[in-house]
């Protein structure tokens, strides 16, 4: 007995060697041990390119002034592998080193960023180039280079060096002296510079850059090998991109996303600084006609003197400030409130409020510090929304009580309210928390009456908000981030009507992200880096992963749109790490809510992820409650799989549709294309019956969930609207900014003011979420044959009170209806068509509508009716005998042929009957660009252009 013992305490011990935290952790997903069998790669038809290096080239160092005391560099960076430098004969620190060997690297940037943008590897994103990358870039230790030579402003000042993200490790060195490191991908890392910079000459900042302890080995997916793991090892190494490994929804990123992948910049501060300001906006709800704002900071003293600080702040008009005494070396917490400072009782603010409920207000505190001398030692800025949540869900009390509460986070005062340990099972997969024994009712609000509904509704401003959006797995495989790159993607998700994202597992923690997310009104579901419980491997190591979690409350808590903080993708924190998670939102935010889990707490299951064949089982077996995962397939373009696939690859279907997650278990959308609309004859014959489908199953994931609005059901979130690269698979636009099918059904079901037919009953309803009440509003039914000839009408009046659902018809439709025909409603007020949306419906066995393949092409006239820069309305008219089916608008560049993106259309994918007109907008950002042009294409309409914006010509 004492030697099995021995040898099982033996075989632990090699397992937390080999980077296991616990002994059960072997059996989960270890990913693949080695590389998988050549034979079952994907393969290419075409031939492959081979890339050009680009030689290297003298590239200045810029330092850009980005505000009083902070400069960027980004300009100049040198690049290469550890192997190179440690075999030169000169010393990286040595300002004459030669470097024609080395790279121009991007920073901000990945290592394989630099490595494709230089021309040493190709575009990763076309075809199978990816494969050509070898895998060995992630297990390489690199170092960055930046000759540097100090502003004049520098003189007298402390110098700071700040490196607002590396991954995964990285050593700090200037001049040859290490200045410190930085662990895991979300921390900063902020250095004093000052004893080390020579003010007259140039300066060698170095950054030794150290991979993954456990990168992992991706599988190529291919139809023989599947799709394999979701990812593997690297979830060990959290906090990191642990997507990158590969998962379903994006290959192996060869680097692993190492490198300097967030900005640095160049602090000059006197000796008093200022870190980690907060500011807490706090309404007397339900009154919102006031605020009460309070601004808290941390204050450093880094002298070896007595300092006499004031700090003074200003949010617009109104100003305070106060003075404190510091000893040498000394740091002190600065708070200023209502009940010292009254000018902090805001009067009729501006409110921040997710997109659709109104506007995303924001304001500007400016945080300054001056020392004993009276001169500016530091100053910052934070920007912030006048906001406050609250959350609504149901607990279990003693003896199994069920109580629905109100939980504000502002009422706890730093309090940890609930236990997430011993939670209560209600069935279906749902679970209730309990109330910890720290805390009490007394500090939340009972909701009479409500107690059989356990999920979650998120409160804006005391307003449940209906949450609609979708997830993003990651920004860009690549980490291509910046605002410039971003922002479109932000404009579709408020077109298309959403008011939330989620940051699945935290891969799009940046400023950037959030900052969009503000301006756009996006609610943001939040989590940190683990991901799937009882399949993926938990960190090993918790203190790592926790200093990451504190250090990104503390950047990003001043972000009005973060709604939810969440430890991992389906599941809950490891044990050691939950109380500690806990406590940090308690006490270093203090205004939001810790969800702990992504399904189950309060929350229906995630999924399905599958196309389902019959799409009223939305309304009858999955609409519930709050959902962060529901999905299915979503295929491209024809335009958009011609950007990324070579043409021998882009039809029939290659082993390069599935390397770009064509999954095989997406039969039932395949076979569904095919019964639906016939057998496809080539790409765009294919690629169009798909949108069909993408537009109708999109719309009905919503469109259920809009059918039991506060009936249990209170926020659905797609899995997934933005894509991390070109893909096949579950997404609503594409990774270049064109909308699918997906796209304008989504953005159909999420209007604010909505108009639908309920799929499995046939009701009419109507959807109100805004803060307005409407009244006196037209609701009309019409039906029309496959050759436009209506069959059927009928109005009724109604009224639609705010942030409600409103039944405004029973489900009975005429008898004796053709096998193919269209239902159309419109809700007007006063001859205004406030929502129009229509739906083919079969009769034939399996709803098939293969007699769209018997009408007759279509052609369509369209003028410009008003012009503006980037800016066009026009109205397009179908003149023909026969409807025109699924309208899809394009802008195109008259010079080269190419569609411009991203070019955003009031409306896709509608059918215009025999004689009808539709008034459209399109605008976009090129407005260098002369006169593009508007093409067209359709079910039973070829691709043709439709008008040139230059008004002359009409």
């Avoid at 005391?69 to 000169?90: P, R």
């Avoid at 692993?256 to 967030?262: A, F, L, P, S, V």
């Avoid at 298309?496 to 950037?512: D, K, L, Q, Y």
């Avoid at 899809?888 to 009957?913: C, E, H, M, Q, W």
């Amino acid at each position: 007995m004492e030697s099995k013992l021995i040898k099982k305490s033996l075989i632990m011990v090699i397992m937390l060697l080999a980077g296991f935290t616990s002994f059960s952790q072997h059996k989960l997903n270890f990913g693949l041990n080695q590389p998988q069998d050549k034979s079952t790669l994907p393969k290419s038809a075409a031939k492959g390119s081979s890339p050009v290096r680009k030689a290297k080239t003298a590239i200045p160092v810029t330092i850009q002034k980005v505000s009083e005391n902070e400069y960027l560099l980004s300009s100049g960076w040198e690049l290469a592998d550890a192997d190179a430098v440690t075999s030169s004969e000169q010393s990286v620190f040595n300002p004459g080193l030669n470097t024609s060997a080395w790279f121009n690297a991007t920073v901000p940037g990945t290592i394989l960023t630099t490595l494709v943008d230089q021309g040493v590897y190709p575009d990763p994103y076309f075809g199978l180039n990816n494969l050509s990358i070898p895998d060995s870039l992630c297990r390489k230790e690199w170092w960055y280079r930046l000759p540097l030579k100090m502003p004049e402003e520098a003189a007298g000042k402390k110098i700071w060096l700040l490196f607002n993200g590396i991954n995964y490790k990285a050593d700090i060195w200037l001049n040859g002296k290490l200045l410190g490191r930085i662990a895991g991908a979300f921390q900063r890392g902020e250095y004093d510079a000052t004893n080390f910079i020579n003010l007259q000459k140039k300066n060698i900042l170095a950054v030794h850059i150290f991979p993954p302890l456990n990168p992992g080995i991706p599988q190529e997916e291919s139809p023989g090998a599947g799709q394999g793991p979701n990812g593997g090892q690297l979830c060990l190494d959290g906090p990191t991109f642990i997507s990158s490994e590969g998962w379903d929804w994006v290959p192996g990123i060869r680097d692993r996303n190492i490198g300097i992948w967030q900005d640095v910049r160049l602090r000059l501060t006197d000796v008093v600084t200022i870190s980690d300001p907060q500011v807490i906006t706090d309404l007397p709800l339900p009154d919102t006609t006031s605020v009460a704002i309070t601004v808290k900071a941390i204050i450093r003293n880094h002298s070896k003197k007595s300092q006499k600080v004031t700090v003074t702040g200003r949010i617009e008009h109104l100003e305070f400030s106060k003075t404190m005494e510091l000893r040498p070396e000394e740091i002190k917490k600065i708070n200023f409130s209502q009940d010292e400072f009254p000018q902090l009782n805001l009067e009729n603010p501006r409110l921040w409020w997710p997109n659709g409920y109104g506007r995303p207000a924001l304001y500007q505190l400016k945080l300054v510090a001056t020392a004993n001398n009276g001169a500016t030692s530091d100053q910052a800025e934070v920007r912030f929304g006048v906001r406050e949540f609250s959350y609504e869900l149901g607990v279990v009390q003693t003896g199994n009580k069920i109580t629905r509460i109100e939980f504000n986070p502002l009422i706890a005062s730093e309090k940890v309210i609930f236990n997430t340990i011993d939670r209560f099972d209600l069935g279906n997969g749902t679970f209730l928390p309990a109330l910890a024994d720290s805390s009490s009712l007394s500090l939340l609000s009972s909701i009479p009456g409500k107690s059989d509904n356990p999920f979650l509704t998120i409160k804006v401003n005391g307003v449940p908000v209906f949450c609609k959006g979708g997830n993003w797995g990651m920004d860009d495989g690549m980490k291509r981030g910046g605002r410039e790159k971003l922002e479109p993607y932000f404009r579709l998700h408020r077109d298309a009507n959403f008011n939330m994202v989620r940051n699945w597992t935290g891969e799009s923690t940046e400023e950037n992200f959030y900052e969009l997310c503000d301006e756009y009104g996006m609610l943001v579901w939040n989590d940190f880096w683990l991901s799937t419980e009882g399949y993926n491997l938990n960190v090993n190591d918790n203190e790592l992963f926790m200093a990451n979690a504190t250090e990104v409350v503390k950047r990003f808590r001043n972000h009005p749109s973060i709604a939810v903080w969440c430890p991992r993708n389906e599941g809950y924190a490891p044990a050691q790490i939950e109380p500690q998670l806990q406590s940090l939102i308690a006490n270093e935010d203090g205004t939001r809510m810790y969800q702990p889990n992504s399904r189950y707490l309060n929350l229906r299951p995630s999924g399905p992820w599958n196309y389902l064949t019959n799409p009223s089982e939305y309304y009858t077996k999955i609409a519930e409650g709050f959902s962060t995962e529901l999905g299915t397939p979503s295929v491209p373009t024809a335009a958009t799989i011609r950007s990324f696939m070579p043409v021998e690859d882009q039809w029939p279907i290659s082993d390069t549709w599935y390397y770009h997650d064509l999954h095989a278990g997406q039969k039932e959308y395949l076979q569904a294309i095919e019964t639906k609309y016939g057998k496809s004859e080539n790409l765009d014959d294919f690629c169009k019956k798909a949108q069909l489908l993408n537009f109708d199953s999109h719309r009905a994931m919503f469109e259920s969930w809009n059918s039991k609005m506060w009936d249990k059901a209170s926020g659905i979130i797609l899995w997934m609207s933005h894509p991390a690269w070109p893909s096949t698979v579950w997404q609503t636009y594409s990774w270049d900014y064109e909308t699918f099918g997906s796209f304008f059904g989504a953005k159909k079901a999420c209007e604010p003011i909505h108009i639908q037919m309920n799929l499995n009953d046939n009701k009419v309803v109507a959807i109100n979420t805004t803060l307005k009440n409407y009244r006196d509003l037209s609701v009309q039914l019409e039906i029309f044959d496959l050759n436009g000839k209506k069959l059927f009408n009928n109005s009724i009046q109604t009224d639609l009170p705010a942030n409600q659902l409103t039944e405004c018809a029973p489900g009975k439709l005429p008898d004796q209806l053709p096998s193919v025909y269209l239902v159309r409603l419109n809700l007007a007020q006063k001859n205004h068509v406030l929502s129009r949306n229509e739906y083919w419906k079969s009769n034939n066995t399996n709803q098939t509508f293969s007699e769209f393949n018997k009408l007759a092409d279509v052609r369509l006239q369209a003028k410009v009716i008003k012009q503006l820069k980037g800016k066009v309305s026009f109205i397009v008219n179908n003149l023909s005998k026969a409807p025109s089916i699924s309208l899809k608008f394009n802008l195109r560049n008259p010079v080269n042929g190419k569609i411009i993106l991203p070019a955003n259309f009031s409306d896709g994918y509608f059918t215009l009957l025999p004689g009808e007109k539709r008034v459209l907008e399109v605008d976009w950002n090129f407005t260098s660009l002369k006169d593009p042009e508007i093409i067209v294409e359709g079910y039973n309409v070829k691709s043709q252009l439709l008008l040139k914006t230059n008004p002359q010509g009409f």
